[in-house]
């Protein structure tokens, strides 16, 4: 609740336009298409007893023995301007199989989940179901809105299906 008084007086005009600014600003900063997710809470990964994956790197059949790889990046494309002065990392993976290859693979092996989001204080539902999706321009899977239902709660805050 916002109270606004100058002077001593009540001012309602003024109490509605901070009330509303301080709305748009949760909403803009605060629902889900507008923040980023350092984290996915919703998608725990489900780790496969049968498919435990070896810490060991084998390159042609050979084993590759514990060491230092040094790696020359020749080029880079695809990757923003950068300004004068400032720095740009970048990661090198050693994979089995190329990177469009595995997100193959992982596309082929995945298994889709999706969930209800409900509030903890009623059962009454956002209105909102997201899904743990993988896209093909990126190389791991993120969290996006697949359905918003018309009159919830999340529709009225403006979300978004993605």
């Not at 901070?18 to 489900?46: E, S």
């Not at 080029?75 to 400032?86: D, H, I, Q």
């Not at 190329?98 to 999706?114: G, H, I, L, Y």
Request: with cysteine; charged share 25%; net charge positive.
């Amino acid at each position: 609740d916002v109270t606004a008084q100058l002077d001593g007086r009540p001012m309602p005009k003024l109490r509605n336009i901070i009330a509303n600014q301080i709305r748009k600003i949760i909403r803009k900063k605060h629902t889900l298409p507008m923040y980023k997710m350092r984290f996915k809470p919703f998608f725990q990964p489900r780790l496969d007893p049968g498919q435990a994956r070896d810490a060991r790197i084998h390159i042609s059949g050979a084993e590759l023995g514990n060491g230092i790889l040094e790696v020359t990046v020749i080029e880079a494309s695809r990757l923003p301007f950068v300004l004068k002065g400032s720095k740009l990392y970048c990661s090198v993976s050693v994979d089995e199989l190329p990177w469009k290859d595995q997100m193959m693979k992982e596309r082929r092996n995945r298994k889709v989940m999706t969930v209800e989001l409900v509030r903890n204080s009623s059962d009454q539902s956002l209105g909102m179901m997201v899904k743990d999706e993988l896209l093909p321009d990126r190389l791991h899977p993120i969290v996006m809105i697949g359905e918003v239902n018309l009159g919830s709660p999340a529709h009225i805050a403006g979300i978004q299906q993605a």
